[in-house]
Protein backbone atom coordinates (compact mmCIF):
# COMPACT_ATOMS: atom_id res chain seq x y z
CA UNK A 1 0.00 0.00 0.00
CA UNK A 2 2.93 2.64 0.61
CA UNK A 3 4.62 1.59 -2.42
CA UNK A 4 1.74 2.48 -3.95
CA UNK A 5 0.87 6.13 -2.39
CA UNK A 6 4.24 6.60 -3.48
CA UNK A 7 3.23 6.51 -7.57
CA UNK A 8 -0.46 7.36 -6.80
CA UNK A 9 -1.61 10.78 -6.92
CA UNK A 10 -5.02 11.79 -5.08
CA UNK A 11 -6.80 15.23 -4.11
CA UNK A 12 -10.12 17.61 -4.52
CA UNK A 13 -10.07 19.78 -7.08
CA UNK A 14 -13.09 23.27 -7.47
CA UNK A 15 -14.66 24.18 -10.45
CA UNK A 16 -15.98 27.91 -9.58
CA UNK A 17 -16.82 30.62 -11.92
CA UNK A 18 -19.61 32.77 -12.76
CA UNK A 19 -23.00 31.08 -13.30
CA UNK A 20 -23.03 29.96 -17.02
CA UNK A 21 -19.54 29.98 -17.80
CA UNK A 22 -19.67 25.77 -18.19
CA UNK A 23 -18.83 24.28 -15.27
CA UNK A 24 -21.24 21.22 -15.18
CA UNK A 25 -20.40 20.87 -18.94
CA UNK A 26 -16.88 20.58 -18.60
CA UNK A 27 -17.13 18.28 -15.49
CA UNK A 28 -19.48 15.87 -17.06
CA UNK A 29 -16.44 15.72 -20.07
CA UNK A 30 -14.25 14.86 -18.20
CA UNK A 31 -15.84 11.98 -16.13
CA UNK A 32 -17.37 10.60 -19.15
CA UNK A 33 -20.49 10.69 -17.73
CA UNK A 34 -23.49 13.20 -17.39
CA UNK A 35 -23.56 13.49 -13.13
CA UNK A 36 -24.39 17.96 -13.18
CA UNK A 37 -27.15 19.02 -14.53
CA UNK A 38 -26.74 21.73 -17.57
CA UNK A 39 -28.55 24.59 -18.87
CA UNK A 40 -28.08 28.15 -20.60
CA UNK A 41 -30.11 29.48 -17.25
CA UNK A 42 -27.88 30.61 -14.49
CA UNK A 43 -28.29 29.50 -11.21
CA UNK A 44 -28.34 25.66 -12.77
CA UNK A 45 -26.24 24.13 -10.18
CA UNK A 46 -27.61 24.57 -6.88
CA UNK A 47 -25.46 22.12 -4.45
CA UNK A 48 -21.97 21.29 -4.66
CA UNK A 49 -22.16 17.88 -6.69
CA UNK A 50 -18.85 15.45 -5.93
CA UNK A 51 -17.36 13.28 -9.16
CA UNK A 52 -14.89 11.25 -9.47
CA UNK A 53 -11.87 10.82 -12.40
CA UNK A 54 -9.57 7.92 -11.86
CA UNK A 55 -6.72 7.25 -14.14
CA UNK A 56 -3.45 5.35 -13.62
CA UNK A 57 -2.09 8.52 -12.80
CA UNK A 58 -4.40 9.22 -9.66
CA UNK A 59 -7.60 9.73 -8.35
CA UNK A 60 -8.81 13.59 -8.73
CA UNK A 61 -12.20 14.30 -6.96
CA UNK A 62 -14.14 17.23 -8.66
CA UNK A 63 -15.95 19.11 -6.20
CA UNK A 64 -18.67 21.29 -9.12
CA UNK A 65 -19.90 24.56 -7.17
CA UNK A 66 -23.04 26.59 -7.57
CA UNK A 67 -21.92 29.94 -9.71
CA UNK A 68 -20.29 32.81 -7.20
CA UNK A 69 -22.73 35.56 -8.09
CA UNK A 70 -24.69 38.30 -5.95
CA UNK A 71 -27.30 36.74 -4.34
CA UNK A 72 -31.27 37.86 -3.94
CA UNK A 73 -32.68 35.98 -1.79
CA UNK A 74 -31.54 32.35 0.66
CA UNK A 75 -31.61 30.39 -1.73
CA UNK A 76 -28.69 32.26 -3.34
CA UNK A 77 -27.13 33.10 -0.21
CA UNK A 78 -26.42 29.48 0.47
CA UNK A 79 -25.61 28.26 -3.35
CA UNK A 80 -22.49 31.18 -2.54
CA UNK A 81 -21.93 29.78 0.71
CA UNK A 82 -21.45 26.49 -0.62
CA UNK A 83 -19.31 27.40 -3.39
CA UNK A 84 -17.00 30.15 -1.15
CA UNK A 85 -16.55 26.97 1.31
CA UNK A 86 -16.00 24.55 -0.88
CA UNK A 87 -12.93 26.50 -2.11
CA UNK A 88 -11.11 25.62 1.69
CA UNK A 89 -11.37 22.00 1.19
CA UNK A 90 -9.17 21.60 -1.84
CA UNK A 91 -5.91 20.79 -3.62
CA UNK A 92 -6.32 22.97 -6.57
CA UNK A 93 -9.15 25.14 -8.00
CA UNK A 94 -10.24 25.62 -11.59
CA UNK A 95 -11.66 28.52 -12.73
CA UNK A 96 -13.73 29.13 -15.33
CA UNK A 97 -14.03 32.18 -17.85
CA UNK A 98 -15.25 32.70 -20.99
CA UNK A 99 -13.21 33.70 -23.69
CA UNK A 100 -13.47 37.67 -23.43
CA UNK A 101 -11.58 40.76 -22.55
CA UNK A 102 -14.19 42.18 -20.20
CA UNK A 103 -14.03 41.16 -16.95
CA UNK A 104 -16.39 42.61 -14.66
CA UNK A 105 -17.41 42.99 -10.55
CA UNK A 106 -17.98 39.04 -10.34
CA UNK A 107 -14.52 37.79 -11.74
CA UNK A 108 -12.61 40.47 -9.58
CA UNK A 109 -14.43 39.59 -6.85
CA UNK A 110 -13.64 35.40 -7.23
CA UNK A 111 -9.81 36.93 -7.72
CA UNK A 112 -9.72 38.58 -4.51
CA UNK A 113 -11.64 35.46 -2.90
CA UNK A 114 -8.65 33.25 -3.91
CA UNK A 115 -5.81 35.64 -3.43
CA UNK A 116 -6.01 35.10 0.23
CA UNK A 117 -6.36 30.67 -0.72
CA UNK A 118 -2.70 29.94 -1.59
CA UNK A 119 -4.10 27.57 -3.74
CA UNK A 120 -2.83 26.26 -7.12
CA UNK A 121 -5.22 28.02 -9.62
CA UNK A 122 -5.42 26.79 -12.82
CA UNK A 123 -7.21 29.39 -15.45
CA UNK A 124 -10.04 27.52 -17.79
CA UNK A 125 -11.05 29.86 -20.53
CA UNK A 126 -13.49 27.65 -21.70
CA UNK A 127 -16.04 28.29 -24.71
CA UNK A 128 -13.21 28.98 -27.65
CA UNK A 129 -15.31 27.59 -30.18
CA UNK A 130 -16.74 30.47 -30.31
CA UNK A 131 -14.35 33.15 -30.92
CA UNK A 132 -11.22 33.80 -33.22
CA UNK A 133 -7.72 32.39 -32.10
CA UNK A 134 -6.46 36.01 -32.24
CA UNK A 135 -9.60 36.72 -29.60
CA UNK A 136 -8.54 33.96 -27.56
CA UNK A 137 -4.74 35.48 -26.96
CA UNK A 138 -6.26 38.51 -26.16
CA UNK A 139 -8.50 37.07 -23.28
CA UNK A 140 -5.51 35.21 -21.87
CA UNK A 141 -3.59 39.02 -21.84
CA UNK A 142 -6.44 40.20 -19.78
CA UNK A 143 -6.62 37.09 -17.22
CA UNK A 144 -2.81 37.32 -16.66
CA UNK A 145 -3.06 41.08 -15.61
CA UNK A 146 -5.60 39.95 -13.15
CA UNK A 147 -4.61 36.87 -11.24
CA UNK A 148 -1.14 35.11 -11.18
CA UNK A 149 -2.07 32.04 -12.27
CA UNK A 150 -0.37 28.90 -11.91
CA UNK A 151 -1.65 27.24 -15.26
CA UNK A 152 -4.03 29.00 -18.59
CA UNK A 153 -6.00 26.48 -20.28
CA UNK A 154 -7.96 27.44 -23.27
CA UNK A 155 -10.47 24.57 -24.60
CA UNK A 156 -14.29 23.89 -25.71
CA UNK A 157 -16.16 21.69 -22.79
CA UNK A 158 -18.89 21.39 -25.17
CA UNK A 159 -17.05 20.36 -27.86
CA UNK A 160 -14.60 18.23 -25.68
CA UNK A 161 -11.53 20.59 -27.47
CA UNK A 162 -8.26 20.59 -25.70
CA UNK A 163 -10.01 18.84 -22.58
CA UNK A 164 -7.06 16.01 -23.05
CA UNK A 165 -4.69 18.11 -20.60
CA UNK A 166 -6.76 19.02 -17.81
CA UNK A 167 -6.68 15.89 -15.29
CA UNK A 168 -2.37 15.58 -16.57
CA UNK A 169 -2.12 19.47 -15.60
CA UNK A 170 -4.59 19.11 -12.17
CA UNK A 171 -2.20 16.11 -11.21
CA UNK A 172 0.86 17.86 -11.28
CA UNK A 173 -0.48 19.94 -8.27
CA UNK A 174 -2.20 16.77 -6.12
CA UNK A 175 0.06 15.38 -3.44
CA UNK A 176 0.67 12.05 -3.11
CA UNK A 177 -1.98 9.71 -1.37
CA UNK A 178 -4.53 6.86 -1.33
CA UNK A 179 -7.73 6.43 -3.31
CA UNK A 180 -10.71 7.71 -1.85
CA UNK A 181 -13.28 6.14 -3.53
CA UNK A 182 -13.19 2.58 -5.84
CA UNK A 183 -12.24 3.03 -9.23
CA UNK A 184 -15.55 2.33 -10.75
CA UNK A 185 -17.20 4.95 -8.60
CA UNK A 186 -18.26 7.89 -10.86
CA UNK A 187 -20.24 10.67 -8.01
CA UNK A 188 -21.58 10.59 -4.50
CA UNK A 189 -24.92 11.36 -5.68
CA UNK A 190 -27.80 9.53 -3.96
CA UNK A 191 -30.14 8.45 -7.38
CA UNK A 192 -32.78 10.29 -5.90
CA UNK A 193 -30.82 13.23 -5.95
CA UNK A 194 -29.55 13.11 -9.53
CA UNK A 195 -33.58 11.62 -10.86
CA UNK A 196 -34.65 15.36 -9.04
CA UNK A 197 -31.95 17.26 -10.68
CA UNK A 198 -32.80 15.32 -14.07
CA UNK A 199 -36.51 16.54 -13.98
CA UNK A 200 -35.50 20.35 -12.96
CA UNK A 201 -33.21 20.13 -16.17
CA UNK A 202 -36.14 19.22 -17.94
CA UNK A 203 -38.18 21.74 -16.91
CA UNK A 204 -35.44 24.11 -17.01
CA UNK A 205 -34.65 23.96 -21.08
CA UNK A 206 -38.89 23.45 -21.73
CA UNK A 207 -40.13 26.93 -19.27
CA UNK A 208 -39.85 30.65 -19.54
CA UNK A 209 -36.32 32.14 -18.40
CA UNK A 210 -38.34 33.29 -15.45
CA UNK A 211 -39.88 30.44 -13.95
CA UNK A 212 -36.79 28.41 -13.67
CA UNK A 213 -35.38 30.30 -10.81
CA UNK A 214 -38.56 29.49 -8.75
CA UNK A 215 -38.55 25.64 -9.05
CA UNK A 216 -37.30 22.58 -7.45
CA UNK A 217 -38.02 19.01 -7.76
CA UNK A 218 -38.87 17.16 -4.90
CA UNK A 219 -38.84 13.21 -4.96
CA UNK A 220 -42.14 11.78 -3.18
CA UNK A 221 -41.60 7.94 -4.27
CA UNK A 222 -38.70 6.00 -5.81
CA UNK A 223 -38.97 2.34 -5.93
CA UNK A 224 -37.91 -0.77 -7.63
CA UNK A 225 -40.71 -3.28 -8.65
CA UNK A 226 -40.07 -7.47 -7.78
CA UNK A 227 -38.53 -7.99 -11.42
CA UNK A 228 -36.34 -5.02 -10.76
CA UNK A 229 -37.05 -3.85 -14.96
CA UNK A 230 -39.02 -1.17 -13.90
CA UNK A 231 -38.99 1.98 -11.75
CA UNK A 232 -41.62 3.71 -10.13
CA UNK A 233 -41.11 7.58 -9.32
CA UNK A 234 -43.47 9.86 -7.88
CA UNK A 235 -42.36 13.42 -8.41
CA UNK A 236 -43.43 16.62 -7.46
CA UNK A 237 -42.42 20.02 -9.16
CA UNK A 238 -42.63 22.93 -6.25
CA UNK A 239 -43.33 26.54 -8.05
CA UNK A 240 -43.78 30.36 -6.12
CA UNK A 241 -46.82 30.84 -7.56
CA UNK A 242 -50.35 30.14 -9.40
CA UNK A 243 -49.66 31.80 -12.18
CA UNK A 244 -46.02 29.73 -12.78
CA UNK A 245 -48.43 26.63 -11.59
CA UNK A 246 -50.75 27.13 -14.82
CA UNK A 247 -47.29 27.69 -17.00
CA UNK A 248 -45.54 24.86 -15.88
CA UNK A 249 -48.89 22.55 -16.54
CA UNK A 250 -49.80 24.14 -19.51
CA UNK A 251 -52.59 24.11 -21.68
CA UNK A 252 -54.68 20.37 -21.14
CA UNK A 253 -51.26 19.63 -19.32
CA UNK A 254 -48.77 19.85 -22.59
CA UNK A 255 -46.72 21.23 -20.66
CA UNK A 256 -46.05 18.76 -17.99
CA UNK A 257 -46.30 15.97 -20.61
CA UNK A 258 -42.96 17.18 -22.20
CA UNK A 259 -40.96 17.62 -19.03
CA UNK A 260 -42.25 14.37 -17.69
CA UNK A 261 -41.15 12.54 -21.17
CA UNK A 262 -38.00 14.45 -21.96
CA UNK A 263 -37.34 13.73 -18.06
CA UNK A 264 -38.68 10.11 -18.60
CA UNK A 265 -35.95 9.08 -21.57
CA UNK A 266 -33.15 10.41 -19.64
CA UNK A 267 -34.27 8.67 -16.37
CA UNK A 268 -34.32 5.29 -18.18
CA UNK A 269 -31.09 5.90 -19.59
CA UNK A 270 -29.39 6.32 -15.95
CA UNK A 271 -31.34 3.95 -14.46
CA UNK A 272 -30.87 0.74 -16.99
CA UNK A 273 -34.50 0.23 -16.94
CA UNK A 274 -38.31 1.30 -17.39
CA UNK A 275 -39.57 3.79 -15.72
CA UNK A 276 -42.94 5.00 -14.24
CA UNK A 277 -42.89 8.72 -13.95
CA UNK A 278 -45.53 10.00 -12.14
CA UNK A 279 -45.55 14.53 -12.00
CA UNK A 280 -47.13 16.64 -9.75
CA UNK A 281 -47.12 20.72 -9.77
CA UNK A 282 -47.22 22.54 -6.04
CA UNK A 283 -47.38 26.09 -5.42
CA UNK A 284 -45.11 27.01 -2.06
CA UNK A 285 -45.05 30.62 -2.17
CA UNK A 286 -41.26 32.32 -1.84
CA UNK A 287 -39.79 29.07 -0.66
CA UNK A 288 -36.74 30.62 -1.99
CA UNK A 289 -36.45 32.40 1.20
CA UNK A 290 -37.75 29.88 3.89
CA UNK A 291 -35.12 28.53 5.45
CA UNK A 292 -36.85 25.01 6.27
CA UNK A 293 -38.14 25.13 2.76
CA UNK A 294 -34.94 25.18 1.43
CA UNK A 295 -33.72 22.46 3.55
CA UNK A 296 -36.63 20.54 2.58
CA UNK A 297 -35.80 20.19 -0.92
CA UNK A 298 -32.17 18.81 -0.44
CA UNK A 299 -30.02 22.42 -0.02
CA UNK A 300 -28.59 21.71 3.35
CA UNK A 301 -25.75 24.11 4.03
CA UNK A 302 -24.58 20.61 6.67
CA UNK A 303 -24.54 18.40 3.64
Not at 224 to 246: F, N, P, Q, V, Y
Not at 281 to 298: A, E, H, P, T, Y
Request: with cysteine.
Amino acid sequence: MMEEQATFKSGFAAIIGRPNVGKSTLMNYLIGQKIAITSKKPQTTRNRIQTVYTSGEGQIVFLDTPGIHKAKNKLGEYMVKVAERTLKEVDVILWLVEPTTYIGAGERHIAEQLGGLHLPVILIINKTDTVSREEIAKAIDTYKELYPFDEIIPCSALRGNNTQDIPACIFKYLPYGPMYYDEDTVTDQPQRQIAAEIIREKALHALDAEIPHGIAVAIDTMHARKHGKLMDIDATIICERDSHKGIIIGKQGAMLKKIGSNARFELERMLECQVNLKLWVKVKKDWRDSDFLIKNFGYDEKA
